[in-house]
Antibody, heavy 123, light 110 residues
Framework: QVPLQESGPGLVKPSQTLSLTCTVSGGFSRRGGYYWSWVRQLPGKGLEWIGYIYYGGNIRYNPSLQSRVTIAIDASKSQFSLRLSSATAADTAVYYC???????????????WGQGTTVTVSS | QPVLTQPPSTSGTPGQSVTISCSGSSSNIANNNVYWYQQLPGTAPKVLIYRNNQRPSGVPDRFSGSKSGTSASLAIRGLRSEDEADYYCASWDDSLSGLVFGTGTKVSVL
């Protein structure tokens, strides 16, 4: 069983909302101390943190994307999601869902990654 | 302007040691933990170092991390062909209130 698996459209039209879902094998636990994150990698470029959600309500977004991003958890489906509104070609990237054990300040790092899904924004 | 700066590339022959630098500022590296990630070609990144110098289980002790002031370093000792990858540092930035990644360094094994 793949620990984290991204799913969603591989092609999004400009100005539409990019929506991805990450299925978490084993579900969520309040005792896990995990921060469920999204990271993207633009073509041929480095990594960019999009944001995280902590099962308990704490949510943080990359300030450069904050006005367009929403990350949410659906515990009943063992999923967390990413929505990026008003997509442009600049949002074309490989999107990874990631488990961060303990958070980006004091934790043990992003220790589980999905395989990544390529999203192209084009008409 | 990148927040965390790394050299674009470095290289070495098998058995050699290489060091990758990560230059930041008082709002990130100086006051927060540094993490290092290895991304092999065509794969998702993997955490190599957490909290500046800690290795997850399974990561060889050939990899070591350190931090001093506003800079951090990743050292690879006894370079092997399978170490050929992109390496990224990461740290929380208090001014941005967000996680920032370094610009990435491509390590080539000659």
């Amino acid at each position: 069983q793949v620990p984290l698996q991204e799913s969603g459209p591989g092609l999004v039209k400009p100005s539409q909302t990019l929506s991805l879902t990450c299925t978490v094998s084993g579900g969520f636990s309040r005792r896990g101390g995990y921060y469920w994150s999204w990271v993207r990698q633009l073509p041929g470029k480095g990594l960019e943190w999009i944001g995280y959600i902590y099962y308990g309500g704490n949510i943080r977004y990359n300030p450069s994307l904050q006005s367009r991003v929403t990350i949410a958890i659906d515990a009943s489906k063992s999923q967390f999601s990413l929505r990026l509104s008003s997509a442009t070609a600049a949002d074309t990237a490989v999107y990874y869902c990631v488990r961060d054990s303990g958070g980006p300040l004091l934790g043990k790092g992003m220790d589980v990654w999905g395989q990544g899904t390529t999203v192209t924004v084009s008409s | 302007q990148p927040v965390l700066t790394q050299p674009p590339s470095t290289s070495g022959t098998p058995g050699q040691s290489v060091t990758i630098s990560c230059s930041g500022s008082s709002s990130n590296i100086a006051n927060n933990n540094v993490y290092w990630y290895q991304q092999l070609p065509g794969t998702a990144p993997k955490v190599l170092i957490y909290r500046n110098n800690q290795r997850p289980s399974g990561v060889p002790d050939r990899f070591s991390g350190s931090k001093s002031g506003t800079s951090a370093s990743l050292a690879i000792r006894g370079l092997r062909s399978e170490d050929e990858a992109d390496y990224y540092c990461a740290s929380w930035d208090d001014s941005l209130s967000g996680l920032v990644f370094g610009t990435g360094t491509k390590v080539s094994v000659l």
